[in-house]
Structures are given as structure tokens and as C-alpha cells.
């Protein structure tokens, strides 16, 4: 990894906003290198470009303490310029209702802050020396639900997201030393396998009439990372079609 091209870590890609991320970056000429509990799809290992997909379950000390080393070992002294902490999880209830103050399992809650919260921190860590010889930036993929009462969002999410928009401010104020920038992005309603049908209920809260796409997040994931925002940090981008606004 020695040449001019710029490299990105990206978490949860196998699917959703994640994927779209890894895709957007190859589109650009990014060197990627992804993890998810899932392989990849086939057709995307083809790509030369796809330096590598790692099977990994943040969740779990030793699996993600094992993929910054293999990541690492990957980038050997060069540079990072990505990392994109998207990885996340909104449990139910097994009856399916929103894991919240009142109800569920509170280990269900360390599950949830354990990948929505402690991961980016570890991972971002794990990574401050190659993002510093990159003089890279964090993207941390936080929520509207984090902002506000969702309906469909269980409490243990939303307060974790919101947790995650707070750190990604105090990430940002002290990895500015490494030259490091970091960001967040709050998508709103977005076409994934996260989306129920109870969710389009949600559309007339949307003032741009529609839900919007993981491509759309990944355009935004993509300029935070880009030399776009080389001012930029500290910040976090609404990519809800209005929907905070309301």
C-alpha cells in the first residue's frame, strides 16, 4: 500500500449503509478494507481494489482486537485515510417491541453500547497511528434517533447514538493533535434491512416526501473523508430529507 491511492476501513459492510459506503469509496478509487460478521459479496472481492473483507464480530473483545491487527498488519507503514465506524445494532424485545427503560434485558443494553459505542472508540484507537500518517478522518455513523423520541427505535439505540454524537466531539478536539478530523453522519429513515413496513408511516414527517437510500449516506460519508472537508470537524451531518427539522 505504498502508492498514491488513499486507503478506508469500513465496519458493517456486507449490507445497507455500510455496503454503499464500500461501494461509493471503490467508485472513487479507494483502496477498501471491510469487515462484517457476514463475507462479502462475492461479485465485490473481485475488485482489486477490495484489499480485503474480514469477517469480525465487534461485539467480541478478541474478534475485534484480531482484526486491528490483521488491518494493521495490512497497512504496514502506510497510511490510513479512512475510518468509517458504521457497524451497529437496534434489537427488540422478543416480542418485537422497542428495547427500552422499562423493558428487556439490560445485558441487551451492554450488547448495544458494546458495537454502537465502545467499538468506534477501540477501533479509533486501534487505528490513530495509520490515520495519522495519513492525516485521515473518522466518519462515525450516529442517528436521528439520537437527537429525538423515535418511534420505532428502542431507547437502548437511540441513547447509545446519542452517546456516539457526544464522543464524536470529544474525538474530534483531541485527535485534531494527530491531524486526524472526525465526524459523524445522522441518516434518518433509510431504505435498508433495518426498515420495517410501520415505517412508512414515517413519510409524511419527511419534508422531502421519500425515504432515502444508503447511497445517499454514503455521499456524505464520502465527502468527510475526502479532502472536500479538509476544515471540517467536529461536525455532524443530518441525511434525513428534513425529517430533524420537524
Known amino acids: 500500500m505504498s502508492d498514491e491511492r488513499k486507503t478506508v476501513i469500513v465496519t458493517g459492510a456486507s449490507r445497507g449503509i455500510g455496503h454503499a459506503a464500500a461501494i461509493c469509496f471503490l467508485q472513487r478509487g479507494w483502496r477498501i478494507i471491510t469487515c462484517s460478521r457476514d463475507e462479502a459479496p462475492a461479485e465485490c472481492e473481485r475488485d482489486t481494489n477490495w484489499t480485503s473483507h474480514i469477517a469480525t464480530d465487534l461485539g467480541d473483545e478478541a474478534s475485534l482486537a484480531r482484526f486491528i491487527e490483521t488491518a494493521n498488519a495490512m497497512l504496514g507503514d502506510g497510511p490510513l485515510h479512512g475510518l468509517v465506524n458504521n457497524a451497529g445494532m437496534s434489537p427488540k424485545t422478543p416480542f418485537k417491541e422497542r428495547l427500552g427503560c422499562l423493558n428487556g ?14 467499538a468506534p472508540l477501540k477501533l479509533a484507537r486501534g487505528f490513530a497511528s495509520a490515520l495519522h ?9 450516529t442517528s436521528i434517533a439520537g437527537h429525538m423520541i423515535h ?19 470529544e474525538m474530534a478536539n483531541e485527535f485534531a493533535e494527530l491531524g486526524v478530523r472526525v465526524n459523524a453522519v445522522a441518516p434518518g429513515e433509510i431504505e435498508t434491512e433495518m426498515i420495517e413496513p410501520e415505517y412508512e408511516s414515517l413519510i409524511p414527517r419527511i419534508p422531502m416526501g421519500h425515504i432515502g437510500t444508503p447511497g445517499d449516506v454514503a455521499s456524505a460519508i464520502h465527502y468527510l473523508c475526502s479532502e472536500d472537508s479538509a476544515y471540517v470537524t467536529g461536525t455532524e451531518i443530518w441525511v434525513t430529507g428534513g425529517q430533524h427539522m420537524v
Do not use: C, Q
Not at 500518517?133 to 455513523?141: F, L, T
Not at 418511534?151 to 466531539?169: C, D, E, N
Open 105 to 118: 434485558d439490560i445485558e441487551a443494553w451492554h450488547e448495544v453500547f458494546e458495537l454502537n459505542l465502545f
Open 133 to 141: 500518517r495519513g492525516k485521515g478522518a473518522i466518519v462515525n455513523i
Open 151 to 169: 418511534p420505532f427505535a428502542g431507547s437502548a439505540y437511540s441513547i447509545s447514538k446519542a452517546a456516539l454524537s457526544g464522543m464524536t466531539r
